[in-house]
């Protein structure tokens, strides 16, 4: 049996999000474990004077940085999204709707692509 296909934008994009809203919560756990984990290590290594064990614990909370990276490039993609949903909205017929639809991609995500 076939799925159903949403009828308006409004729900497909909102089911965009809400996809990428997993991943951005998901990423914030992650961020905040390795911190978290990270910070504790640093401290218990300094405190036993054991340096290569605080290096590492000062390491891992250094991956915090590529995670919120990551975080926030999602979150820029929502509001993208978001964004779109309105211009869809304002189109008055399908050729400004896939002119609407081509230049987000190209603005948002094959500019995301180039910075990587």
């Given at each position: 049996?076939?799925?159903?296909?949403?009828?308006?934008?409004?729900?497909?994009i909102d089911k965009?999000?809400?996809?990428?809203?997993?991943?951005?919560?998901?990423?914030?756990?992650?961020?905040?474990?390795i911190v978290s984990i990270g910070g504790f290590t640093l401290i218990w290594g300094a405190l036993r004077n054991e340096g290569?064990?605080?290096?590492?614990?000062?390491?891992?909370?250094?991956l915090l940085f590529p995670a919120?990276?990551?975080?926030i490039e999602i979150r820029r993609q929502n509001v993208a999204i978001r964004l779109l949903e309105e211009l869809l909205n304002r189109?008055?017929?399908g050729t400004q709707a896939a002119d609407a639809i081509q230049q987000a991609f190209q603005?948002?995500?094959?500019?995301?692509?180039?910075?990587?």
């Open positions: 049996m076939a799925k159903s296909v949403p009828k308006n934008a409004g729900t497909v965009a999000i809400g996809e990428n809203r997993r991943s951005e919560y998901l990423l914030y756990l992650i961020s905040c474990t290569l064990v605080a290096l590492a614990g000062g390491i891992s909370s250094g919120f990276k990551a975080a189109a008055e017929n603005s948002v995500f094959v500019r995301a692509d180039r910075e990587k």
